[in-house]
């Protein structure tokens, strides 16, 4: 009998009891009893072919990804330059827990706090997901009295956003950040932390770069000698952000219709942030009739004098641009702010045409960016002490889905085998064992195949594909004389080594070649 056939039967059985027990006037909470197991076994029958189909759709959630192995090595080799060249410049590295209480984290991006994700109370702590590193390491020093650090934070954040996954903006990612707190002369770490961006760009080799330059108190200077009403200066600072990615027109339509501007005072800014250039354009503002009486203009113009002639000293002069439509549209900005920005290159012509995403590939925007926040820590600090800051955030995603597009065509090694130990004929598995066993105890990193009588071409071809140096091959008559054969995969050239010296050997031969 099918379960099908078993519950219509018991059914059946469930309702000649009822109705027996309603003949015999039995009590109504016996028959509510046994019309509830009924309405369930009728239940059980209606859902039993539903739940067979349902299907059940498998994704990440929308703005993330996973990484496989290639991906991964080439994200921890970017990561890894990366930290290097932090650690060259003297900076010592943190951690901050990846939610914040919401307080902390609110009132400090302007228009973007609407993309910080909210987490639901959690035993009485209203919470949410950091939005950058910039902020948490504010808190830090300024819960815990710190005065002075040269900091950098590898570390993921993460903000509600609309995602262009093919430009390397996410829900989810890594920042790679480099801040030095404390009080020193003006525009010296300044000029260290742009120095840092170069380096960094030109390390990853992702192509021709500009880092824009640009000065808030300048920019807030400009804004009221424009006319801008002082409350609006922030709002208007957000709308000139959006030059990068949006014609002067558009801009200048959201200022009037969205913000309320005069037309007249729009179309003053629009003179100014059209102008960029180097130490020329200071002299230039510096003579402005408008700005000559502005305190803030003035002390922004002196600071990027400054931090032009120390950017020269750093050998930057070819790679900085004083660029006047540089915004930065968070509101913790206090001082220099710049924007690292790639060059558009074509894209390589395949089969006689080009990619039909060329602008999704090309655009990809800001690959840097950061500056001087001298009022944020005091927010955290119980005397509310400032301590002065200056910061750079590196766009690692954005560099890596140009390096991942860039190596396509790559086999990128996954790995970091030095030596595989190879069988050249049947029954020596537990030998190789033995070999593999002692070159592990020696620190080298090896493996062997997972088969007792493997094929020795096949374990060749294994090492060629995964890029792995050196192949160590035994063979009965070289043990029995106490010897290996160690292989060059390159050049596939073997000389017998004795097995007591064998690790020795392979290190010997792996510091020669790197």
Request: glycine share 8%.
């Amino acid at each position: 009998m099918t379960e099908r056939e078993t519950v219509l039967a018991a059914i059946t059985a469930q309702g000649d009891v009822v109705r027996s027990l309603k003949a015999a006037k039995a009590e109504k909470s016996k028959i509510d009893e046994e019309v509830a197991k009924l309405l369930a076994l009728k239940a059980k029958l209606q859902d039993e072919p539903e739940r067979g189909n349902k299907n059940i759709t498998l994704k990440t959630p929308k703005g993330t990804r996973d990484y496989g192995p290639e991906a991964m090595a080439l994200r921890l080799d970017i990561l890894e330059r990366v930290k290097t060249i932090f650690k060259k410049h003297g900076a010592e590295t943190i951690d901050t827990p990846v939610f914040e209480l919401k307080e902390v984290l609110t009132g400090k991006y302007g228009e973007d706090s609407k993309l910080i994700y909210d987490l639901k109370d959690q035993g009485g702590e209203i919470l949410a997901l950091r939005y950058d590193l910039t902020v948490p390491f504010a808190r830090f020093v300024g819960m815990g009295n710190v005065f002075n650090i040269r900091r950098y934070h590898i570390a993921k954040v993460y903000r509600r956003d609309n995602p262009a996954m093919t430009r390397g903006r996410y829900r989810e990612f890594y920042q790679c950040d480099f801040d030095i707190a404390g009080t020193y002369d003006p525009m010296l770490p300044d000029a260290e932390c742009v120095k840092v961006v170069t380096e960094i760009l030109t390390e990853l080799d992702i192509g021709e770069f500009v880092v824009k330059l640009n000065h808030r108190k300048l920019l807030d200077g400009m804004f009221e000698a424009c006319g801008v009403p002082a409350d609006k200066f922030r709002t208007i600072c957000s709308s000139v952000d959006k030059l990068d990615k949006t014609p002067w027109e558009e801009v200048r339509k959201e200022m009037m219709d969205e913000k309320g501007l005069d037309g007249e005072i729009a179309d003053r800014i629009g003179e100014y942030v059209r102008m960029n250039g180097g130490a020329e354009l200071v002299d230039k503002l510096a003579e402005d009739e408008k700005l000559k009486n502005i305190k803030s203009a003035i002390e922004g113009i002196e600071d990027m004098r400054l931090l032009l002639q120390y950017c020269e000293i750093f050998g930057l002069k070819d790679k900085i641009v004083f660029d006047l439509s540089l915004a930065r549209g968070l509101d913790y900005y206090t001082g220099v702010i710049y924007e690292a920005v790639l060059k558009a290159e074509p894209l390589p012509v395949e089969n006689g045409k080009k990619g039909k995403d060329k602008e999704e590939e090309v655009s990809v925007g800001s690959v840097a960016g950061g500056g001087r926040y001298d009022n944020l820590v005091g927010m955290f600090n119980p005397k509310r002490k400032q301590v002065p800051c200056v910061g750079v955030s590196i766009g690692v995603e954005r560099i890596f889905s140009i390096l991942e597009a860039k190596n396509q065509q790559k086999k990128i090694r996954t790995t970091e085998i030095e030596a595989y130990v190879a069988s050249a004929h049947k029954g020596l598995h537990l030998k190789r064992m033995e070999v593999l066993n002692k070159l592990w105890d020696a620190g080298i990193k090896a493996e062997h195949p997972y088969k007792q009588n493997p094929k020795l071409l096949a374990q060749l071809q294994y090492c060629e594909e995964n890029q792995i140096p050196y192949a160590v091959v035994l063979g009965d008559g070289e043990l029995s004389r106490g010897v290996v054969k160690l292989r060059e995969i390159s050049s596939r050239k073997e000389d017998e080594v004795p097995v007591e010296n064998l690790a020795e050997e392979i290190r010997k031969r792996l510091t020669t070649t790197v």
